[in-house]
């Protein structure tokens, strides 16, 4: 019947009528649960000095103590973690219906990109560090897993390279490097120094090789201040004749914890402390060794701090070596 037929018509509307009223209502309240971005959240935050340049990097970092930061001693062994690279977009994208494996091939770049830029290289010199964190004229390479001497800023007055695997010291390692003051490789594993690898630094005045495999010393340059090349092996015949007369600038001398069977001689007017104390042989003593036997009326007051506890010499066996020292050596005087 017509009539039966306009009253199901009229039920099928209604019914989508509820069904659309239903929806809409439950959609106006998942936008009501939506949280909202609350502006009072960022009033303080202050994205102007996000970034951090490194002109200004000192301001925020104290490095002036950075041979006290760490105590290496106390680490617990390290470990290392291998990181694999995230998959380009070509791996990550699905192969298309009806290409197999054997049939992908890679796509050269498209024309339009620009070409990626070149390492930056400091002018002048090697590039600029990559293993390392230069800052201003000082390269920190600490435990960085270095087998060698890594390439350095022609500018670098100031190298640490400690706690690494480094083995031989080679003459080209340092070359172009004029301004370098400090060198301190201690605990690697040096077995061999070139004669040149320090001879021709004009300025430097440190030198720390304590810790490593050494068991000779190469040429020093004359501006040397500082030499500390404890804990090696380094036999008295490993030391060139007259090594240290002509280092007029040189103050401290530390070769303790070698195998020294004799001080060496003659020593600069200069120095101040020497230290040649444990594990090494030293015996006796000539007279002439920190004193000028001719010339009884001279005191040299410089040299006042002398190690040679550990050792197995008697120094009241020698009382005529000391008359000119303004203190007597550290050691076994019975």
């Known amino acids: 019947c017509p009539r039966r037929s306009r ?43 996000y970034e951090l340049p ?14 006290e930061l760490y105590d290496y001693g106390d680490l617990a062994p390290r470990i290392e973690v291998g990181t694999l690279a995230p998959p380009s977009k070509a791996q990550e994208a699905p192969a298309e219906p009806g290409t197999t494996a054997g049939t992908l091939e890679l796509q050269p770049p498209a024309p339009s990109s620009p070409p990626a830029p070149p390492e930056p290289v400091t002018a002048g010199g090697p590039p600029g560090c990559r293993r390392c964190l230069c800052l201003g004229t000082s390269a920190y390479c600490d435990d960085a897993g270095l087998e060698r001497v890594p390439p350095l800023p022609p500018h670098t007055a100031y190298l640490y390279a400690r706690f690494n695997r480094i083995g031989h010291v080679r003459a080209a390692d340092f070359a172009g490097l004029a301004q370098l003051k400090r060198i301190d490789l201690s605990s690697n594993s040096i077995s061999r ?8 630094l004009p300025r430097l005045q440190e030198l720390l090789l304590p810790g490593n495999r050494l068991t000779a010393l190469p040429e020093l340059p004359r501006s040397l201040v500082r030499l500390d090349a404890r804990l090696n092996r380094i036999p008295s015949a490993g030391l060139r004749p007259d090594a ?8 401290f001398l530390h070769l303790s914890d070698n195998k020294l069977d004799s001080i060496p001689a003659p020593l600069p007017q200069s120095l101040r402390s020497l230290h040649l104390q444990q594990n090494n042989n030293i015996r006796s003593l000539r007279e002439d060794t920190f004193c000028d036997s001719r010339d009884h009326g001279h005191v040299r007051r410089a040299l006042e701090d002398i190690r040679l506890d550990g050792n197995p010499i008697n120094l009241s066996l020698f009382p005529d070596a ?13």
């Open 244 to 251: 240290f007369r002509d280092l007029t600038q040189l103050q």
């Open 7 to 49: 009253m199901g018509r009229l039920v099928v509307l209604g019914i989508a009528g509820l069904l659309a009223a239903a929806w809409a209502a439950e959609e106006g309240t998942r936008k009501e649960e939506k949280p909202r971005d609350d502006p009072a959240a960022y009033e303080n935050l202050d994205l102007d000095n």
């Open 322 to 334: 000391y008359f000119c020292l303004p203190r007597l050596p550290t050691g076994r005087f019975h």
């Open 54 to 67: 490194l002109d200004h990097y000192g301001d925020a970092v104290d490095l002036s103590s950075y041979e």
């Open 193 to 200: 120094a070139d004669a040149d690898a320090f001879r021709l």
